[in-house]
């Protein structure tokens, strides 16, 4: 309710019957309050935390899937995924797909590495994250 959501991730926790929902948005203290506020009106929200970067760790997934119609591009392309500590996850004889997890700098670093080699489709989660300690 008048507030924009940059990133949404759900998955299931420890708990099989209860979902984590993790929203990225941006605001002032303020409006982080009143967005706060309004989710724990909702009548299935179990507990609302605000998160920062000092005080969670988060992560995203992206899937990338690169041209790679020659053994040199192919070689490359594991070079590149090897740095950002990736790994591949699909092979076919014209394209290869990496798995890289991190932050979103990490990830916007690899995608703008490899994009010199074609990239064929990007798929990215939302940020997920968990309070430290």
Known sequence: RNFNIDEISVGVT???EIARITITTKGDEKDIEQMLK????LVDV????ALDEKNSVT?????????????DAKSEFIQYTDVFRGRIVDVSRTSLTAEITGDDDKID??????????IKE??????????RG
Do not use: D, H, S, W
């Open 14 to 16: 420890e708990n099989p």
């Open 109 to 118: 670093a690899f995608i703008n590495l490899v994009r010199i080699l074609g």
């Open 59 to 71: 992560r995203t997934l992206c899937l990338v899937k690169a041209n790679t119609p020659t053994r």
């Open 38 to 41: 309004q989710m724990n009106k």
């Open 46 to 49: 179990i507990k609302v935390t």
């Open 122 to 131: 990007i798929a990215r989660t939302g940020t997920t994250a968990l309070e």
